[in-house]
Structures are given as C-alpha cells and as structure tokens.
C-alpha cells in the first residue's frame, strides 16, 4: 500500500515548456486534489476531483489542467509555464470530501521551478 | 472571508516547557478545524481534528467559538515535536483553507 504517489521529485523547466505532474493513489480515495505551496502561504487548492470523469477548480486553477480517468490518476499539466508556477506542489486525496473525518493523504511533493 | 491565520511564523521552546501553537480563524458557519503537522523529511499528513476531541502524542486542541481559536497546545515538548504545523479549516464547499504554518523547534 504506497498511498499517494506524486512523480517527479524535482524539476527545472524554461518558461514556456509544458510538463505533466503525475499523482497515483491505491486507496480508492474519491476524492483527489491538487496544492501548491509557496513561502510564507498555506496550501492553495489548484484543482480537483471527487471522481472519475469530474473534475473542478480550485482557488488558483490558472495555467493547469487536470483530468481524471480514472480512480487512481490525477495528473496535473502545466500548459506553459511561467516563473510565478514556481512552488512545491502536493498531491492529496481522502474517502469522500464531505465527510467530517476531514483526514487528507498527501503525496511527497514535487518541487517545480521555472526559469 | 474565510480565513485562517498562524500567527508565528516559528516557535522556539525548550525541552519540558509547554507549547502553544495559535491559530485563528474567520468563518460564518460552524467551523471544522484540523491540525496537520509535517516532520522533517516525512509528508504532511493529519494531526487531530476538533470534532473528535481527541489527543494525539500529548497534543490537545480546543476549538473557542468567542475568541475564534482552535490552539494547538502540549504541556511538556519533546524533541521529536519539532516539525512544521498547519491549522486548516474545511469551508462551506468542504475544502480546506490553510493557514501559513508554524515552525516549532523544541531546544535540547
């Protein structure tokens, strides 16, 4: 049971390249969630999911996509990225995001800088 | 706005001395409150959460409706409490709102 699986670990990227960040789950988890963190903030939702096939925004979606085939996947793309994209992000899924549990999984994170 | 707010940035106490994280927050509604902690090189993952008043590893959190506070407190740090702290409160559309984090360094 690896929990949440967010890959890659690091990258550098020149503004305008694209990139996908994976995130996997092998809990089932419902619900699927993307953060980014920058210094001196708390998490910031990006987008997320509460199922396959559903997917919405969080409060700074601009300049990601994400899509969700399937229970266990929940990649994020960066169409072109810009220097302020530069962030550590997380991954993050829980059973159901209605209930009063609350409890998210996080992944490692990824740390993303732009150039 | 729905806000939640760690004042201190870090925190810095002896060993054996008691610790209190603050966190406030600005909600409407009947708040759910949580505390995440992230130690070194592990991922942040659930501390407790207000509506099980439950205590983990010596860690104790009351939510106070007229001063708008769910404080994280512990009367006797240990080493291994030092770690980052996050207050998150879930909002009217179940997503949480984080506060900035706290650094907590307990001093040998």
């Known amino acids: 049971n690896a929990g949440v699986t967010q890959t890659p670990k690091f990258q550098v990227l020149k503004t305008g390249q694209s990139m996908t960040l994976q995130c996997a789950q092998d809990m089932n988890h419902e619900y699927m969630s993307w953060y980014r963190q920058d210094p001196g903030m708390g998490l910031r939702l990006i987008h997320y999911?509460?199922?396959?096939?559903?997917?919405d925004q969080g409060e700074v979606p601009n300049g990601y996509n994400v899509s969700r085939s399937t229970t266990e996947d929940f990649p994020l793309r960066l169409l072109s990225a810009a220097p302020s994209q530069t962030s550590v992000y997380f991954c993050a899924s829980s059973y159901s995001r209605s209930t009063s549990t609350g409890e998210l999984f996080f992944g490692e994170g990824s740390r993303l800088t732009v150039l | 706005a729905q806000r939640v707010t760690q004042p201190e940035k870090l925190l810095s106490v002896f060993k054996g001395a008691p610790v209190e994280l603050k966190c406030n927050y600005s909600y409407s509604g009947s708040p759910e409150l949580f505390w995440y902690v992230q130690y070194s090189r592990q991922r942040l993952q659930l501390l407790l959460r207000h509506i099980s008043r439950e205590s983990i590893k010596g860690f104790t959190a009351d939510l106070n409706k007229g001063e708008t506070s769910f404080h994280l407190k512990k009367p006797f740090a240990q080493e291994e409490d030092s770690a980052m702290y996050y207050c998150a409160l879930k909002d009217s559309n179940y997503q949480l709102i984080w506060g900035a984090g706290t650094k907590l360094i307990i001093k040998p």
């Open positions: 999911s509460v199922g396959a096939g559903i997917t």
